[in-house]
Nanobody, 127 residues
Framework: QVQLVESGGGSVQAGGSLRLSCAAS????????MVWFRQAPGKEREGVAA????????YYADSVKGRFTISQDNAKNTVYLQMNSLKPEDTAMYFC????????????????????WGQGTQVTVSS
């Protein structure tokens, strides 16, 4: 079955950096929409960044543009989220989601579009 395993979370001071990884397995489609979401306590799940693995097209939420970069390593079936210039408001549980065999549409940031999710990795940014 499809499995997504996130890693790389941790605690960092404001202005610092972290790199999250999402290792995927259990499916054969090479063109997928892979998305990073985050959810802070009491808030809705928010789409942060997405990548269409077929062509490498990337998409970002306005709140992270210029600070976060999503990338992929097809040989490792892994998607990364490089997070720089972190702010306390970036504190959240970060989840990886997969749209298998699908491109990233205009609605890539809608959590209800995705069936496959990882367990999440916590990111805490202190001021």
């Amino acid at each position: 079955q499809v499995q997504l395993v996130e890693s790389g979370g941790g605690s960092v001071q404001a202005g610092g950096s972290l790199r999250l990884s999402c290792a995927a397995s259990g499916y054969t489609y090479s063109s997928n929409c892979m998305v990073w979401f985050r959810q802070a306590p009491g808030k809705e799940r928010e789409g942060v960044a997405a990548i269409y693995t077929g062509r490498g097209n990337t998409y970002y939420a306005d709140s992270v543009k210029g600070r976060f970069t999503i990338s992929q390593d097809n040989a490792k079936n892994t998607v990364y989220l490089q997070m720089n210039s972190l702010k306390p408001e970036d504190t959240a549980m970060y989840f990886c989601a997969a749209g298998i065999g699908a491109g990233c549409s205009l609605f890539w940031a809608r959590a209800d579009k995705y069936h496959y999710w990882g367990q999440g990795t916590q990111v805490t940014v202190s001021s």
